[in-house]
């Protein structure tokens, strides 16, 4: 059976590929559902066939002109995952020969940043793990925190905070990803060698998003990018992402970021300044009425001084 599986997902790849072409009347190009039915299907975690079987198979399959090609398997499978996950072209020469388990692995190893956050020099006692992980995206706001997009990175699992902002990639929420980033953690969570970047990154959408306001700022900021459904639904999905996972706060690749966010918030000084700014900034005619009162105020005083000092 695994054979046969082999086989039919190889077969798949070399027609999306047009390695080999379409029937006129193949059903694969008749019925539009087809093709994400399979690309979701292929990446479930009970569904994977070891990554070696694949190879073998198709070693065995290649018909001259393939050899001739010599385009690997990896290829060919990001080419087929390409078209649903809309990735730069350029990522099917880059992981043309990326080492994998199975083809869950492969994806989800092809989306690991390569960039590492660089250590800050400093002369400061090491900063201590927080407690907790992160607020929500209300609670942020009230300390002055926002929400960024931060464009033209390898992957949306890159988040940057600088100059009291929490920067992220544009991620797109819809029903292949709502398959592929369960049975990315479920995976991260089984196999214990791996990196836990979808699990870390996961959590961080957990803590962020509590209530249907959270999502909506974050599509108005453009970081979600919304097909899944109504805001309720892709809370409720990010929600469900974060449960009863096993999460190392101090080893995760965020451990920085949740720091920084954290001392950030806990300063009096930048809740005093967030605070200012909503109150008297938040429109036009409050800034007007604070920047009315401020000059009635500085009248008074020269009034005042002119009492007491007259000429």
Same mark, same amino acid.
């Given at each position: 059976?695994?054979?046969?599986?082999?086989?039919?997902?190889?077969?798949?790849?070399?027609?999306?590929?047009?390695?080999?072409?379409?029937?006129?009347?193949?059903?694969?190009?008749?019925?539009?559902?087809?093709?994400? &039915?399979?690309? *979701?299907?292929?990446?479930?975690?009970?569904?994977?066939?070891?990554?070696?079987?694949?190879?073998?198979?198709?070693?065995?399959? =290649?018909?001259?002109?393939?050899?001739?090609?010599?385009?690997?398997?990896?290829?060919?499978?990001?080419?087929?995952?390409?078209?649903?996950?809309? *990735?730069?072209?350029?990522?099917?020469?880059?992981? /043309?020969?990326?080492?994998?388990?199975?083809?869950?692995?492969?994806?989800?190893?092809?989306?690991?940043?390569?960039?590492?956050?660089?250590? /800050?020099?400093?002369?400061?006692?090491? /900063?201590?793990?927080?407690?907790?992980?992160?607020?929500?995206?209300?609670?942020?706001?009230?300390?002055?925190? $926002?929400? =960024?997009?931060?464009?033209?990175?390898?992957?949306?699992?890159?988040? *940057? &905070?600088?100059?009291?902002?929490?920067?992220? !990639?544009? @991620?797109?929420?819809?029903?292949?990803? #709502?398959?592929?980033?369960?049975?990315?953690?479920?995976?991260?969570?089984?196999?214990?060698?791996?990196?836990?970047?979808?699990?870390?990154?996961?959590?961080?959408?957990?803590?962020?998003?509590?209530? +249907? $306001?959270?999502?909506?700022?974050?599509?108005?900021?453009?970081?979600?990018? +919304?097909?899944? #459904?109504?805001?309720?639904?892709?809370? #409720? &999905?990010?929600?469900?992402? #974060? *449960?009863?996972?096993?999460?190392?706060?101090?080893?995760?690749?965020?451990?920085?970021?949740?720091?920084?966010?954290?001392?950030?918030?806990?300063?009096?000084?930048?809740?005093? @300044?967030?605070?200012? /700014? +909503?109150?008297?900034? =938040?429109? !036009?005619?409050?800034?007007?009425?604070?920047?009315?009162?401020?000059?009635?105020?500085?009248?008074?005083?020269?009034?005042?001084?002119?009492?007491?000092?007259?000429?």
């Amino acid at each position: 059976m695994m054979v046969l599986d082999g086989c039919f997902i190889l077969e798949l790849f070399r027609k999306v590929s047009h390695v080999v072409p379409f029937q006129q009347d193949d059903p694969l190009v008749n019925m539009a559902w087809v093709l994400p &039915f399979f690309t *979701r299907d292929f990446l479930r975690l009970e569904n994977q066939i070891p990554f070696f079987v694949l190879e073998a198979l198709y070693d065995l399959t =290649r018909s001259d002109n393939e050899r001739e090609s010599n385009v690997s398997l990896q290829s060919l499978a990001f080419e087929f995952f390409t078209n649903t996950m809309d *990735r730069p072209e350029q990522d099917l020469a880059r992981f /043309k020969d990326l080492k994998a388990k199975h083809l869950l692995d492969l994806v989800r190893s092809s989306l690991i940043p390569d960039s590492k956050p660089q250590a /800050k020099p400093t002369t400061k006692p090491e /900063k201590k793990t927080p407690s907790n992980i992160i607020h929500s995206i209300s609670k942020l706001q009230q300390a002055g925190i $926002k929400i =960024r997009e931060l464009k033209d990175e390898e992957s949306f699992l890159v988040v *940057r &905070f600088r100059h009291g902002a929490i920067e992220m !990639p544009r @991620i797109i929420v819809d029903d292949f990803m #709502g398959s592929f980033f369960p049975n990315c953690v479920a995976y991260e969570q089984c196999h214990a060698a791996c990196s836990k970047h979808f699990t870390t990154y996961a959590t961080l959408l957990d803590c962020l998003m509590n209530i +249907n $306001k959270d999502v909506g700022y974050l599509c108005e900021q453009k970081i979600i990018e +919304n097909y899944f #459904g109504t805001e309720s639904a892709v809370a #409720g &999905f990010v929600n469900s992402l #974060g *449960r009863d996972v096993a999460f190392d706060l101090e080893n995760c690749y965020l451990k920085e970021l949740f720091i920084e966010v954290n001392e950030y918030y806990d300063s009096s000084w930048h809740v005093t @300044i967030a605070d200012l /700014k +909503n109150t008297y900034f =938040r429109s !036009p005619w409050s800034f007007i009425s604070a920047l009315a009162a401020l000059i009635l105020l500085i009248l008074s005083i020269v009034q005042t001084i002119f009492t007491v000092y007259p000429r």
